[in-house]
């Protein structure tokens, strides 16, 4: 027997992208565009396919295969009839739709009730407004979305609902969940009361919905949830039976409901129970933001998490709500928050049982989730495990932002790991943020802050030329790299430490060239760089560099320079002479004692 | 172990008999129970014999068939015991029921006491067998039994045989058979008892070639009368009838669905079939290797559903849980009704749709994308079946297809050039498996136009002769 084989190898690109290493994303942008570009090529050939459709008639395939032909987009049945209405609403044409109807009623044709309650059905669904085209560009699908959220007065919805000859369950039911769906929300308990009246009873559709719509309708706390429990008890009175959503959509509602939701989602957990209901990763995921407000100081309730997780271990969950896919990022965020580790590691296991892994929602949920835990990890485990889950998630699953890789760095400097900053810039590399100036500050200032071995100070010194290069070249369309006088700094003296001297001083010209300044110690590391080699010409040289600069520890160290190299006296005099032709000016706007470069010269003239 | 690797052969002699069943699907369909039944082992004798036989011989038989070797034995000697006028009598009552029932729905209605004297009546037979050849009795005795599952795989009939706790045993019936025949011929010796079977199965074969009643949701009237006929012979008359009744119904039903391409059906029925051992003493003399069904009557079980699993996952105490609830709503215990199964309004589709795209529904390698394929109908279902998208021509027996001479019995001369011309088409259509059975009409149909049309010509040309 094969063993059970995991089909994860972290190492390997993700099945949807081509198999090709060029085409492998590196960046969260690439990883957008590519896995995106496999699903737009088959969206634009679907497109193709069923606007021509009369060139795609030949139908090799035998048995015959329904999803490889052309579907129908454009409407077939011209003539006024029922089947004609039944089109349009199969195609989801809501203004030809309601045209049809109109016609049909103006030609005195009765329209069955099943009919019309669909049409009632469409009208509310899209908020009698056509539904934007799934082949259309996406800005046009937000603008869509944002006029679809008003709920517009005298619309046809209301205006068929009151063509229609008997008004059921069902087409209540329509308008109620219409209106709640756009937004108006008392309009939609009015309408409840007026079925009511009608002595009709509601079926769990609408209920589900007027309990979603119960917090925008009342103010206070108390009276919001009285409000649910009014629906709730209403609902055992019309013998209407709870289905997952009903609870679902009370958890929801008790998020806005304050400090009486804790008690009462327990409760409501308990109900569902008792129903026999299994919750659904929505259901805990409301649990958990109602115990975890995000702005809530106290963090008292902590275990419902552990409870909640030990639920949920090992189970395998599938889709049932739209708000399942919020379990898993949230519930990171909660570890995130408190800190819990062991609850972040039984998230993540949850994650991998099963097909939950599909719960895990869409390429951005991931991105955050994955984001959330390796920031968690960073900050909580030892550098070993965070680089062991460090290669097991970046590669393949996460694309870590900027300041993923700052968590990163920080936790190489906690634990002493700096020897693996060159690895982590090659990373960075890849995942183009090297042209974030925090970030490599950060970890130029991190190579640049103690002293190690030789050879990591050789290969640091590599990868502060690989920086400095990058500043240089600029990367063709990129936005090429501001110098900044601290990563000047930094970078010349990881050279100096790697013992680079020439490197760094073509560094320290650099600093004149793009009119930066550098540091006192900097300086004095190039002076005790100087000493070790014992090489006079360049020491003189630094303190005319420093006086160019006007530093105003120039006289200090040209003192030191002095004192410390053994100069012939027409070294000296050279020396001085230099001092003063390279900053007459400053000579003169400084008048304190012992910075004239001509006072070094007085132990020198009897 | 031998029980294992028995019940393992089973399941898989079933999974064939299966694939076999859909083979000669078209052949089955409205054909009575009993017929059906004989039907297989007619096939199964050319094609599935050797298969199963090489299995069998790969399983560690020998104790088995140590076993069959002292049963057989002790068979000798309970027939020889039971050889009483009182089995005779009861032979007579079999012999009644079958002439009632036209032999169609014999081994359904046996009752435990007519089994029983079956059981005696097979050692009759297998006496003589056993006298004529026993050492072949021997050897065949494991594969025959091992025909028996595919014989039975037939779900109808473990439905059957499971709702009226009742064992039998193909080669029991076949045995029944025999004796009932021997019984009219006073005992005749064995080769003519082989022919008798053999002859069964050419009748069997033959009554497969009727043309089958178009499948409808009622059952055919000769089977309800057949049924209604077997159940008289029952004690408690009427339930029993209301019961073979409902059987036969579920599976017409699961055997339409079955051509529909719903295979699934029977996966759930074989996974939740149960297979044990009667306690019995008697019975326990018995090969272990049959199948036997649970004693409640139900044969399997139902799937209880999601709630019954949700009940023990949620029956752990959990502290989540163990708070005071709403008490809003009464736990109903009441099965749900239909209610939920009606047409998927647009929200249901809606919310359906954002369900999914909520998810993340990306393959993550070649056969998750191979499984979506398979969903969409871009690949071929396993197990493959060449008649998959021909689900409307199942319903034609092929006789149909085969013999189309009868539509040139109207509308065209008996001989002749034009009669000799449309042998010709008749026989190139009956050799088309790509025209479907209204096509063929339809081309022959044309033909008849064409040459009534065209009949002042023939005449003149001395052709058209009638």
């Known amino acids: 027997?094969?063993?059970?084989?995991?089909?994860?190898?972290?190492?390997?690109?993700?099945?949807?992208?081509?198999?090709?290493?060029?085409?492998?994303?590196?960046?969260?942008?690439?990883?957008?565009?590519?896995?995106?570009?496999?699903?737009?090529?088959?969206?634009?050939?679907?497109?193709?396919?069923?606007?021509?459709?009369?060139?795609?008639?030949?139908?090799?395939?035998?048995?015959?295969?329904?999803?490889?032909?052309?579907?129908?987009?454009?409407?077939?049945?011209?003539?006024?009839?029922?089947?004609?209405?039944?089109?349009?609403?199969?195609?989801?044409?809501?203004?030809?739709?309601?045209?049809?109807?109109?016609?049909?009623?103006?030609?005195?044709?009765?329209?069955?009730?099943?009919?019309?309650?669909?049409?009632?059905?469409?009208?509310?669904?899209?908020?009698?407004?056509?539904?934007?085209?799934?082949?259309?560009?996406?800005?046009?699908?937000?603008?869509?979305?944002?006029?679809?959220?008003?709920?517009?007065?005298?619309?046809?919805?209301?205006?068929?609902?009151?063509?229609?000859?008997?008004?059921?369950?069902?087409?209540?039911?329509?308008?109620?969940?219409?209106?709640?769906?756009?937004?108006?929300?008392?309009?939609?308990?009015?309408?409840?009361?007026?079925?009511?009246?009608?002595?009709?009873?509601?079926?769990?559709?609408?209920?589900?919905?007027?309990?979603?719509?119960?917090?925008?309708?009342?103010?206070?706390?108390?009276?919001?949830?009285?409000?649910?429990?009014?629906?709730?008890?209403?609902?055992?009175?019309?013998?209407?039976?709870?289905?997952?959503?009903?609870?679902?959509?009370?958890?929801?509602?008790?998020?806005?409901?304050?400090?009486?939701?804790?008690?009462?989602?327990?409760?409501?957990?308990?109900?569902?129970?008792?129903?026999?209901?299994?919750?659904?990763?929505?259901?805990?995921?409301?649990?958990?933001?109602?115990?975890?407000?995000?702005?809530?100081?106290?963090?008292?309730?902590?275990?419902?998490?552990?409870?909640?997780?030990?639920?949920?271990?090992?189970?395998?969950?599938?889709?049932?709500?739209?708000?399942?896919?919020?379990?898993?990022?949230?519930?990171?965020?909660?570890?995130?928050?408190?800190?819990?580790?062991?609850?972040?590691?039984?998230?993540?296991?949850?994650?991998?049982?099963?097909?939950?892994?599909?719960?895990?929602?869409?390429?951005?949920?991931?991105?955050?989730?994955?984001?959330?835990?390796?920031?968690?990890?960073?900050?909580?485990?030892?550098?070993?495990?965070?680089?062991?889950?460090?290669?097991?998630?970046?590669?393949?699953?996460?694309?870590?932002?900027?300041?993923?890789?700052?968590?990163?760095?920080?936790?190489?400097?906690?634990?002493?790991?700096?020897?693996?900053?060159?690895?982590?810039?090659?990373?960075?590399?890849?995942?183009?943020h090297d042209n974030k100036s925090d970030l490599v500050d950060e970890l130029l200032s991190l190579m640049a802050r103690d002293k190690h071995s030789p050879e990591i100070q050789e290969s640091f010194a590599v990868c502060a030329l690989d920086v400095k290069s990058l500043y240089e070249q600029g990367q063709g369309a990129r936005m090429a790299l501001e110098w900044t006088a601290t990563a000047m700094t930094n970078i010349t003296s990881v050279l100096l430490a790697a013992q680079k001297k020439q490197q760094a001083w073509d560094m320290l010209k650099l600093f004149k060239t793009k009119n930066r300044v550098p540091s006192e110690e900097l300086m004095e590391e190039f002076l005790a760089s100087i000493k070790s080699s014992n090489d006079p010409q360049h020491a003189m040289e630094l303190v005319q560099i420093s006086a160019s600069f006007c530093l105003p520890s120039t006289p200090k160290l040209a003192e030191r320079v002095l004192q410390a190299f053994e100069l012939s006296e027409e070294q000296k005099y050279d020396y001085c002479l230099g001092l003063l032709e390279l900053g007459t000016t400053d000579v003169n706007s400084t008048p304190s004692e012992g910075s004239h470069p001509l006072h070094l010269l007085r132990p020198l003239t009897p | 172990m031998v029980g294992e690797k028995v019940i393992e052969l089973q399941d898989y002699v079933k999974m064939v008999a299966e694939q076999s069943e859909q083979r000669v699907g078209v052949k089955m369909e409205g054909v009575t129970e009993s017929?059906?039944?004989?039907?297989?082992?007619?096939?199964?004798?050319?094609?599935?014999?050797?298969?199963?036989?090489?299995?069998?011989?790969?399983?560690?038989?020998?104790?088995?068939?140590?076993?069959?070797?002292?049963?057989?034995?002790?068979?000798?000697?309970?027939?020889?015991?039971?050889?009483?006028?009182?089995?005779?009598?009861?032979?007579?009552?079999?012999?009644?029921?079958v002439k009632e029932g036209e032999t169609i729905v014999e081994i359904q209605v046996k009752t435990e006491e007519v089994v029983d004297v079956k059981k005696e009546g097979d050692k009759v037979v297998e006496e003589q067998m056993l006298e004529v050849n026993k050492e072949e009795q021997q050897t065949e005795a494991p594969p025959k039994d091992e025909i028996q599952p595919v014989k039975s795989g037939k779900e109808s009939l473990l439905d059957l045989l499971g709702a009226m706790k009742v064992e039998v045993t193909n080669k029991r019936k076949f045995k029944a058979l025999k004796v009932q025949r021997t019984s009219e011929t006073a005992a005749r010796p064995m080769p003519a008892a082989m022919e008798s079977t053999t002859s069964m199965f050419q009748e069997a074969t033959g009554m497969a070639d009727v043309p089958a009643p178009a499948p409808s949701e009622t059952l055919s009237p000769e089977l309800v009368a057949a049924v209604s006929a077997a159940a008289a012979t029952l004690p408690s008359q009427s339930q029993a009838e209301s019961e073979l009744l409902k059987k036969l119904r579920q599976h017409e039903a699961i055997g339409e669905a079955q051509k529909n391409g719903d295979v699934n059906n029977i996966g759930v029925i074989i996974a939740d079939m149960k297979v044990g051992k009667k306690p019995n003493g008697r019975q326990n003399a018995r090969p272990a290797n049959q199948i036997r069904f649970d004693e409640d009557g139900r044969g399997y079980t139902h799937d209880r559903g999601i709630t019954a699993e949700l009940d023990g996952g949620l029956r752990r105490r959990r502290s989540l849980f163990s708070g005071k609830r709403l008490n809003i709503f009464t736990p109903s215990t009441e099965p749900e009704a239909d209610t939920d199964i009606a047409v998927p309004t647009l929200w249901d589709m809606e919310l359906a749709n954002q369900v999914a795209l909520s998810t993340n529904q990306m393959p993550r390698n070649g056969f998750e994308e191979m499984i979506q394929w398979t969903k969409e109908g871009r690949l071929w279902q396993y197990p493959i079946n060449n008649e998959a998208g021909l689900e409307a021509e199942a319903q034609v027996p092929f006789h149909e297809h085969?013999?189309?001479?009868?539509?040139?019995?109207?509308?065209?001369?008996?001989?002749?050039?034009?009669?000799?011309?449309?042998?010709?088409?008749?026989?190139?259509?009956?050799?088309n498996p790509y025209y479907t059975i209204q096509q063929k009409r339809e081309h022959i149909a044309w033909f008849r136009d064409y040459f009534q049309q065209k009949e002042e010509v023939l005449k003149e040309a001395e052709v058209y002769l009638n």
């Open chain 1, 1 to 432: 027997i094969p063993k059970k084989k995991t089909w994860y190898d972290p190492t390997a690109p993700h099945y949807m992208f081509q198999d090709d290493p060029y085409l492998t994303p590196r960046t969260s942008a690439e990883f957008k565009l590519y896995s995106l570009s496999q699903e737009s090529g088959r969206m634009a050939a679907n497109h193709i396919v069923n606007k021509n459709p009369k060139f795609f008639q030949k139908d090799f395939a035998e048995p015959h295969i329904p999803c490889l032909m052309p579907e129908t987009m454009e409407l077939c049945i011209e003539e006024v009839s029922e089947a004609a209405l039944l089109e349009r609403i199969m195609l989801r044409k809501v203004k030809a739709a309601v045209d049809m109807y109109d016609q049909l009623l103006q030609a005195g044709t009765t329209v069955s009730p099943d009919a019309s309650n669909d049409l009632l059905d469409l009208i509310c669904l899209y908020g009698d407004r056509d539904p934007v085209q799934d082949d259309k560009p996406e800005a046009e699908d937000v603008v869509g979305y944002y006029l679809c959220g008003l709920y517009l007065e005298n619309n046809n919805a209301e205006r068929i609902f009151n063509l229609l000859p008997e008004r059921d369950t069902r087409a209540y039911s329509a308008l109620i969940r219409g209106m709640v769906k756009y937004g108006a929300h008392v309009k939609a308990f009015n309408t409840y009361t007026d079925m009511l009246n009608n002595r009709l009873t509601a079926d769990v559709h609408t209920f589900n919905a007027l309990i979603s719509a119960a917090p925008e309708v009342r103010e206070r706390y108390t009276e919001k949830w009285d409000l649910i429990v009014d629906l709730l008890n209403q609902m055992n009175e019309q013998k209407v039976k709870p289905n997952l959503l009903t609870f679902n959509a009370l958890l929801k509602a008790l998020r806005r409901c304050g400090s009486l939701a804790r008690a009462q989602s327990l409760h409501t957990l308990s109900e569902m129970k008792a129903m026999g209901i299994a919750p659904s990763l929505a259901s805990f995921d409301h649990v958990l933001g109602i115990f975890y407000k995000a702005a809530s100081p106290s963090q008292g309730q902590t275990d419902i998490l552990q409870e909640v997780m030990t639920e949920v271990a090992g189970r395998t969950f599938v889709a049932q709500d739209p708000d399942d896919v919020n379990f898993f990022s949230s519930a990171m965020r909660i570890c995130l928050d408190t800190k819990d580790i062991e609850a972040a590691y039984k998230v993540h296991d949850l994650l991998r049982v099963g097909e939950n892994w599909r719960m895990l929602g869409d390429s951005f949920q991931q991105s955050i989730y994955y984001g959330r835990m390796f920031n968690l990890l960073c900050m909580m485990e030892h550098i070993d495990v965070v680089l062991k889950w460090y290669k097991e998630l970046i590669p393949s699953l996460y694309y870590p932002n900027p300041q993923g890789m700052r968590d990163l760095l920080q936790a190489l400097d906690t634990d002493n790991r700096l020897d693996m900053i060159p690895q982590i810039w090659k990373d960075i590399r890849r995942m183009g």
């Open chain 2, 402 to 431: 085969v013999f189309l001479e009868k539509h040139l019995e109207e509308g065209f001369p008996r001989q002749g050039p034009v009669r000799h011309f449309m042998e010709l088409v008749v026989s190139g259509l009956a050799k």
């Open chain 2, 35 to 97: 017929v059906k039944i004989e039907e297989i082992p007619v096939k199964m004798d050319s094609e599935k014999m050797e298969e199963i036989q090489t299995k069998t011989a790969l399983l560690p038989i020998p104790e088995v068939k140590l076993e069959d070797v002292k049963e057989s034995e002790e068979m000798k000697e309970i027939m020889l015991a039971s050889k009483t006028e009182e089995v005779k009598q009861k032979l007579e009552v079999t012999m009644a029921v």
